[in-house]
């Protein structure tokens, strides 16, 4: 019993071999043990990621220190200034009171991104309770969780969140908790379904083999190995809760003017857009480009997961 | 048969679900809604008398439970309560909107399918990598595009600048395509990207191998083994995005100024016009199990894998709704 | 070749093919030649990562994504296929070069009838005019499927893996080709429906004078099946010559390192004889006893007889092997045994202790004393852990020894299964095949268990891997005087390693006893058509 076969020889090459033996082993160190320059080199070749990083850590500035990047009051009418096209000192144009558009872009942040925090913690946190305990559980738990997730999908959630508004009045809190109890049945569907990859996998089995407990399994191999994906989908979510609660924000459900939101922003655009294209185009796009950044981070994190 | 008897059965649970989980979201809340119906009116101050009548005439003096049950017997009916604002049955007010939301939706829905299939299929057929990278980046920008500013700007320059087409109003099938594109963009994204992930996959399996050992050609192993198998999970998403039509028809129909459910919820959401809310609720989870149903039906159609018994929980199973 | 051959039909010379992205290839053949005359019937042989099925789909082009021909040429018939067109090479495909591809569960369109999948072959090439029915029905009833006009209408879920191997034969033969590329055609398959198809595909080929390109990673197949053995190893070829002498007198230290260590019933027996029942332990009883298993499945489309009355022994420090084909019943009995499924009736027995009817919690003391290690080296452990975690895992659960302790116990099982302590902090994923089903069996030792239960342990692996981990265990059980309960189709190696055995078809025990007795003199008529479906039966003259 000497010769230890080396993966070298028995490792396939080509993708269309049969038998399950050949998965390529990675190379001595592994990918995950790679230098800070291979990092880099890795980086650079990806700038679209690069870029979103950059635009995702600026937006988040806005939120954080919004003085830092304009000299204006968002709040502030200049009458000497109204309606002035996009130019060095007002880079969004200003609007029909003489406010600087980007001013209250960048003032607008904090409040719209802790909306969607608040709304994506709230679906998460319950989400991933009911997937959790549905998916590990089955059979009767499963079933009945289920059923209820079945409901909170069959209302889209910009209308689900439409009717709690309703009932608990108009506001950012409010719109916050109606965006994340709409999040809820997607959350809980993904982390149900991750839960149950992991649970049937053959690893799994062979810790019950071994006399594991339930407790100690979820706790160290089923969580573990579950997080992952939903924290790649609270990321993507976390786009999606952004255009939704922009959405209910324009039709103007959030926090009432002059208080700037991003969505609000984009509406009180809408009857100058023949005169004024800059007031709703230019604080729309910002939305757009921001949610494309976050997504392709989303995506980048997805498609790591999956080839590792 | 029974299959069809078990989805239906489903189907109306979800709708009875749906219904109890309004009732508790809009019923249940603080503050009187007899005081709302009557300062509707103008914000008059209400004498008690008023009041009473009015909660008499709404039945706001009965318990919970007989209201929940009255308006249940209501909706097997047909029959979703009055509109506070409107004064009218709720389920007349919908009827009026439904038809022009619906026509919204199906050719929105058209247009997401079409768009969808050619650019998810031409990313994966293309033998450019350049092209394909580039349909590949398409999807996930739709996706991440605000609607509603989505529809000003297409408001502003095929409607301001171009002239193209009418800026408001629900007639005529020009009223019809701002607002449509506006609300099939991010329906268009998913269904080209679930298209082009499942091609992707169905293009490297065995059959397709051996349909190309065979001699068939490019196209027709393209079209008639790999699209095939891959339009079975794209249907499904083209199934889900439906009910998100009617949703997004809220804010394209206020920006477009077109009648109809969209704009009919959002009136009623300004308006705490809760039997309104609670019937165009309804009406849009009706819309989603029905859509779901009428998939769940075809699937078997298409897949002939899932026509045998126990095929309930396969098509489930192949649909992604439920796991092994 | 020498100059007097007939016009060869084939020829391949030094093909180059390589996978990878455009910055990064990894070559995958080295420049391969052969050649091959009409009518002749050609094995390619070799182990995963060998080559081989890379050489066969290079011939018509059919590398998967990524994979490209670097350099070289294959001339068919007078014509370099690397050099033709896109038109001229679909003209090719089907109509002169069949393909019988692997898997025949994967193999056909989900979705659309067997008839149109036949149809198909013969409509790309034109030939789906008048009476193209009846030659598809023919094409079915030539393929050995007895009920043509009813597979034709019939979806591929409808039919067995056999029935579609068939269907797929009917379509890699409707046009006729001159050659057919048979790529292991039948490892997916249970033993004696792979015999079946194998005769099968030598009566078509002969009747027609078809010429044969047979891969398979089982010598005794080619050797069956094939006149000319082509070997190969890591993208070479090494090794080609008459099946006789390739088997017989192999000139090449690879193909001998092959033909010792793939299990024959002719090859060494690993197990040691003398643990089979001292007087000390035939008095003490069976280490396990079952007795009557019974399990009924419930599906939606029915309820199924896994494991019907089954009942068996085994000693301390024996191997029982259970053997059958799939859906035999083999591994849920095995499931059984463990408590990982709950038996309807019967009993299981551990050193006297009835497990049957035990809770959870009084069934996780005795989990110490039986462990398991899986198929799949991939599947079985935990991607995220560390080895030394891995092995050390089932100490932790039963919160046995102090963390340093465990780590010094998992250093020295290491040794045991030959594997260097430098991989005690490593992820597995940077393990090939072999050495992590070492881990797992290194795994399984570390409670010191009296049975360990091999569930298919050793078939996903290549033959010259699967030799070493067989020795490995039969070494273990010397040493430490573990049973097994081993669960395999694999008649060669169940003979190699068990000292008794059990067969099993459709949940029911068919036969069971000494492992060599059984063999020589098979009583139950199922059990003989196993022994004669083994490849490679005869034993070669030397």
């Known amino acids: ?308 | 048969m029974l299959y069809v008897l078990r989805r239906v059965l489903a189907a109306v649970f979800v709708m009875w679900a749906a219904f109890t989980v309004t009732f508790i979201i809009l019923y249940l809340v603080p503050g009187d809604p007899a005081l709302l119906i009557v300062g509707g009116d103008g914000g008059v101050q209400a004498t008690p008398e008023e009041l009473a009548a009015v909660r008499a005439e709404y039945g706001f003096d009965q318990p919970v439970i007989v209201q929940y049950f009255q308006a249940l017997g209501g909706v097997l009916t047909g029959n979703l309560g009055m509109s506070y604002q409107m004064r009218q049955p709720v389920t007349e007010l919908i009827g009026a909107q439904f038809g022009s939301t619906f026509a919204l939706a199906m050719f929105a829905l058209v247009v997401a399918v079409v768009a969808g299939l050619v650019i998810g299929g031409a990313a994966v057929y293309t033998k450019s990598r350049i092209l394909s990278q580039l349909l590949d980046s398409l999807p996930p920008i739709g996706a991440s595009l605000p609607t509603f500013w989505v529809g000003l700007v297409l408001m502003q320059v095929f409607c301001f600048q171009l002239g193209w087409f009418p800026s408001a109003g629900d007639r005529g099938f020009d009223s019809l395509v701002l607002p449509g594109i506006t609300m099939a963009i991010p329906g268009a994204a998913s269904i080209a990207q679930v298209f082009a992930k499942s091609l992707r996959a169905s293009s490297r399996d065995d059959y397709v191998t051996v349909a190309t050992a065979k001699g068939a050609s490019r196209m027709r192993v393209f079209i008639g083994h790999a699209a095939r198998n891959a339009l079975l999970p794209t249907i499904t998403v083209a199934g889900m995005i439906v009910a998100g039509l009617f949703a997004y028809s809220a804010i394209t129909e206020s920006i477009f100024s077109r009648a109809g459910l969209g704009m009919a919820l959002d009136n009623a959401v300004q308006a705490k016009d809760i039997p309104m809310v609670s019937g165009i609720v309804l009406v849009i989870a009706a819309v989603f199990v029905v859509t779901n149903l009428i998939v769940d039906l075809v699937y078997p159609i298409i897949d002939p894998r899932l026509r045998r018994p126990g095929a309930s929980k396969a098509v489930r199973l192949q649909r992604g709704l439920v796991e092994a | 070749m020498s100059g007097t051959d007939p016009q060869p039909l084939l020829a391949v010379d030094d093909l180059k093919v390589s996978y990878g992205s455009r910055s990064h290839r990894t070559p995958a053949l080295h420049g391969v030649s052969f050649s091959m005359v009409p009518g002749e019937k050609i094995s390619i042989v070799g182990e995963s990562g060998s080559g081989k099925s890379t050489t066969a789909h290079a011939l018509i082009g059919l590398l998967p994504a990524g994979g490209r021909i670097d350099s070289g040429a294959v001339s068919f018939a007078g014509r370099d296929l690397t050099r033709l067109g896109d038109r001229a090479l679909r003209a090719v495909r089907g109509a002169e070069i069949g393909l019988i591809p692997q898997d025949p569960m994967t193999s056909l369109n989900p979705v659309r009838r067997i008839g149109k999948q036949v149809e198909e072959a013969l409509a790309v090439h034109g030939r789906a005019g008048r009476g193209v029915e009846r030659r598809v029905l023919e094409g079915l009833r030539d393929a050995g499927l007895p009920d043509p006009e009813r597979v034709a209408a019939q979806f591929p879920h409808e039919l067995s893996g056999g029935m579609r191997q068939r269907v797929l034969i009917a379509i890699a033969l409707a046009c006729s080709p001159r050659l057919v590329i048979a790529d292991e055609p039948t490892s997916a398959l249970d033993v004696t429906v792979q015999r079946q198809i194998l005769d099968h595909i030598d009566r078509v080929t002969a009747a027609e004078g078809t010429s044969m390109l047979l891969i398979t990673h089982d010598l005794g197949v080619a050797g069956d099946r094939t006149d000319r053995i082509i070997v190969m190893n890591e993208g070479e070829i090494v090794e080609d010559g008459p099946a006789d002498s390739v088997l017989g007198s192999p000139a090449d230290a690879y193909t001998k390192r092959l033909l010792a260590a793939a299990p024959s019933l002719s090859s060494r027996v690993l197990y040691s004889g003398q643990t089979v029942a001292t007087a000390e332990t035939a008095a003490a009883g069976p280490l396990v006893s079952v007795r009557a298993l019974r399990k009924e499945f419930h599906t939606a489309a029915g309820s199924h007889l896994a494991v019907d009355d089954v009942s068996f022994d085994i000693a301390a420090g024996e191997t029982l092997a259970i053997v059958g084909e799939s859906g035999s019943g083999k591994s849920t009995t095995a499931r059984l045994l463990l408590q990982l499924e709950k038996a309807d009736a019967g009993s299981v027995t551990l050193d006297g202790a009835e497990l049957t009817g035990l809770s959870a919690a009084r069934i996780r003391p005795h989990r110490l004393a039986m462990q398991m290690v899986y198929q799949s080296p991939y599947a079985s452990l935990s991607p995220r852990f560390s080895v030394g975690d891995i092995i050390s895992e089932p100490l932790r659960i039963h919160r046995i020894a102090s963390a340093a302790e465990r780590r010094r116990i998992a250093a020295s099982l290491l040794d045991q299964v030959a594997l260097p302590g430098s991989v005690l902090d490593r992820s597995p994923a940077e393990l090939s095949g072999g050495q992590r089903q070492r881990v797992a069996i290194a795994r399984a030792l570390a409670p010191q268990p009296k049975l360990i239960v091999c569930d298919e342990a050793v078939s996903a692996l290549d033959v010259s891997v699967q030799a070493q981990v067989l020795e490995l265990l039969a070494e273990i059980q010397r040493e430490r005087g573990v049973a097994y309960l081993f669960i395999s189709h694999d008649l060669a190696v169940v003979r190699q390693i068990a000292h008794r055995v059990v067969v099993m078809r459709r949940g029911r025990v068919v036969e069971q006893g000494d492992t060599e007795a059984t063999f020589a003199h098979p009583v139950d008529e199922y059990t003989r058509q196993l022994l004669d479906a083994i490849p490679g039966r005869q034993p070669v003259s030397t």
């Not at chain 1, 989400?127 to 998916?135: K, Q």
């Not at chain 1, 976390?238 to 609000?264: M, R």
Request: glycine letters at 10%.
């Open chain 1, 1 to 308: 019993m000497s010769v230890v076969d080396t993966p070298a020889a028995v490792d396939a090459v080509a993708p269309s071999v049969p038998a399950p033996t050949v998965a390529p082993a990675a190379p001595p160190g592994g990918r995950r043990r790679g230098s800070a320059a291979a990092t880099l080199v890795g980086l650079l070749r990806k700038p679209t990621l690069v870029l979103s990083a950059l635009v995702v850590l600026v937006v988040v500035l806005w939120a954080l220190v919004p003085g830092l990047f304009s000299g204006y009051d968002p709040l502030y009418a200049d009458t000497s200034q109204v309606l002035l096209p996009p130019s060095f000192e007002h880079l969004f144009g200003t609007d029909e009171l003489g406010r600087d558009v980007f001013t209250r872009m960048v003032h607008g942040t904090a409040l719209t991104l802790l909306t969607t925090v608040v709304a994506v913690v709230i679906g998460f946190a319950f989400g991933s309770v009911i997937g959790l305990a549905a998916g590990y559980f089955g059979r009767i738990a499963d079933g009945v969780l289920m059923r209820v997730v079945d409901i909170l999908l069959a209302i889209p959630m910009l209308v689900l969140a439409m009717a709690i508004v309703t009932a608990i009045g108009f506001g950012s809190v409010q719109l916050a908790i109606g965006v994340g109890i709409g999040m809820i049945g997607s959350v809980a569907r993904v982390m149900r379904s991750e839960v149950m990859r992991v649970r049937q996998s053959t690893f799994i089995d062979a810790e019950r083999s071994m006399g594991a407990r339930d407790g100690y399994i979820i706790a160290r191999h089923v969580l573990p190995n579950a997080v992952g994906p939903v924290l790649v989908l609270a990321i993507l979510d976390f786009g999606a809760a952004i255009l939704t609660i922009a959405a209910l924000s324009f039709l103007g459900y959030g926090t009432p003017p002059p208080t700037p939101e991003w969505g609000s922003l984009v509406a009180s655009g809408r009857a100058y857009l023949t005169t004024a294209w800059w007031m709703s185009t230019l604080p729309g796009l910002t939305i757009a480009v921001f949610v494309v950044c976050i997504n392709r981070i989303a995506r980048e994190l997805q498609n790591d997961r999956s080839s590792r």
